[in-house]
């Protein structure tokens, strides 16, 4: 199982996470993100365009997970230093390790992480 997790402000749109996808260069089986972004339109939209299900990750899910980036922000907001990586892993289930740290799209609106797992 290949997770695509995505952290994202205000300003994002669906181009946004889909830069930031792209720069992977992996295609996912599904997308994860923060519960409480779940249902943005940016995230809801590039699901809809791939044809991925989503995970809506709870905030107490981020916070234990091993991420490999310290974002200031994230540590605020999510108690994680990546909420892109930590939804990757945490949606990827136990065990699941990073393909890579958290890349940003061009914009600077979305980062997106790649985890792999057994999650089914």
Excluded at 17 to 35: K, N, V
């Amino acid at each position: 199982m290949i997770v695509a997790g995505f952290g994202f402000r205000s300003g994002a749109d669906e181009s946004s996470l889909r830069s930031a996808l792209d720069l992977h260069g992996i295609a996912p089986d599904r997308l994860a993100t923060a519960a409480a972004k779940a249902q943005a339109a940016p995230f809801t939209g590039l699901a809809r365009t791939l044809g991925l299900p989503m995970v809506a990750v709870p905030s107490d899910h981020l916070e234990n997970q091993p991420v490999l980036t310290q974002s200031d922000a994230s540590r605020a907001s999510y108690r994680t230093g990546s909420v892109a990586e930590a939804a990757a892993l945490a949606a990827a289930g136990p065990g699941a390790c990073l393909l890579s740290a958290r890349l940003i799209s061009p914009d600077r609106l979305a980062t997106c992480a790649i985890a792999i797992g057994d999650a089914t």
